[in-house]
């Protein structure tokens, strides 16, 4: 058998691997690399493709799927909810590359039949493919994200976290493990760092919204559609009559809401999306920056979406406060206001004087949760990928594990297992 890493080897970004076995050629998603100059790129070419698994609904693992079917009809492994999800957001790249006017790699025929040849499986629900017995567990990173676990006739196990979290939040439970697999490709974004507690973080979030609410100003907190949205609902819970809730993670939320059961506490969550604001049109946001003293809305990096309103309307202020809930990607307009005030993307740059601050929410395992991952699947080989620093963490690995044998591939290697 042997592992060809297509994606997301040494990077983040295009997630994408192969597990061959004689002719079956089992992919394990096939995402979109995101670059900071140029368009975006996708995972190396595949053929002869037998089944097609999808460990979540984020553009860095689905982006490229649509490809795979030019030529071939594979089946896609996934759930429901993910499949709605990565509809919803295949759907607004469409509409960001017209805009744009940068060309797609795929267009809505090859959507039109990713989708009729997908096939639900939900977690610890098992399905044949030629020798392999598969079977997907929750990761416990975004809602109906899964670890996807590949059994050989032969009894070798091969276990993908995809992106993995091991310790649960407000929204989610922590990851479920498959015990003794022989061979684990993992993640290690953070391969290099643990996060803060949680719940520190939460607090800290938590007295700055009190702050800003005894001088009757406003706080944005920009998010993730999916995951972090409906997080950061539950953790500003006791505010909810004072939160306007807008852009994409609206339609998020409507799916969410639709498969409660991937929740750890849904009926809470309805609660919430029940009493804050939705905001139903850009007329109204005008109104809202009166009315709504928190606002929680789309994008996450503000790279678009209707925070950029918001943020363009309250830039003079310095009392306002922005929140970043999360991790920044370079370059990307929200870490450039973070290291430099300004706003900046394409055309439009302008000062902000608001007070900005970050702070952890990770949905990816730390370093320590990493370990643990490692430790509890009790593995023979470790495939280290979608990390900045494979290399690294794959070094600290062997060192932690001296019985394991560690590889930090690049794309296009191959590994006999
Ligand atoms: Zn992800
Ligand atoms: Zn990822």
């Known amino acids: 058998m042997k592992i060809e890493i297509l994606g ?106 990713m989708n009729k040849f997908s096939k639900l499986l939900e977690y610890e629900e098992s399905v044949i493919v030629d020798e392999f017995t598969c079977n997907m567990y929750d990761a416990g990173h975004i809602p109906g994200s899964a670890g996807i676990l590949l059994e050989h006739s032969s009894g070798k196990k091969i276990f993908y976290t995809g992106d993995i979290k091991l310790d649960g939040s407000r929204l989610l439970n922590g990851c479920k493990l498959p015990k003794k697999v022989d061979v684990l490709i993992t993640e290690c974004t953070y391969g290099a760092k643990n996060h803060p507690g949680r719940e520190n973080e939460e607090k800290k979030i938590l007295e700055q919204i009190d702050d800003a609410l005894a001088l009757n100003e406003t706080v944005l907190v920009p998010v993730f559609a999916l995951g972090r949205s409906q997080e950061v609902l539950l953790i500003l819970e006791k505010y909810a009559d004072k939160i306007a809730f807008d852009g ?12 409660g059961h991937y929740l750890k506490d849904p009926e809470r969550l309805k609660k919430i999306l029940n009493i804050v604001k939705w905001v139903d049109s850009p007329e109204e946001r005008d109104l809202i920056i009166r009315q709504y003293p928190i606002i929680v809305a789309t994008a996450a990096m503000m790279s678009g979406g209707p925070m950029l309103y918001y943020l363009r309307q309250l830039k003079d202020k310095p009392r306002t406060k922005i929140l970043f809930v999360g991790f920044l990607v370079e370059d990307t307009p929200g870490r450039v206001l973070l290291d430099t005030g300004f706003f900046k993307k394409a055309e439009e740059k302008y000062k902000v004087h608001c007070e900005i601050h970050q702070y952890d929410l990770s949905s990816h395992a730390g370093r320590n949760e990493l370990f643990e991952i490692i430790r509890r699947t009790t593995p023979k ?37």
């Open 381 to 417: 080989k470790v495939i280290c990928v979608h990390g900045d620093e494979c290399e690294t963490f794959a070094a600290d690995v062997a060192r932690e594990f001296s019985n394991i044998e560690v590889y930090a591939p690049k794309n296009g290697d191959v590994i006999d297992v």
């Open 8 to 113: 997301a080897g040494r990077e983040v970004g295009g997630s994408g691997i192969s597990i061959i076995d004689n002719s079956t050629n089992i992919i394990l998603d096939y995402g979109l690399k995101v670059n900071r100059k140029g368009p975006s790129s996708n995972p190396l070419h595949t053929q002869d493709v037998s089944a097609i698994f999808l460990s979540h609904s984020h553009l860095d693992h689905c982006g490229s799927i649509p490809l795979l079917y030019k030529k071939e009809d594979p089946p896609l492994f996934t759930n429901q909810i993910t499949l709605d999800t990565i509809n919803l957001l295949i759907k607004d790249s469409f509409k960001i590359a017209k805009r744009e006017k940068y060309p797609m790699s795929f267009g809505k025929n090859e959507v039109k039949k």
């Open 248 to 259: 994409m993670a609206k339609a998020a939320s409507e799916i969410v809401m639709q498969y």
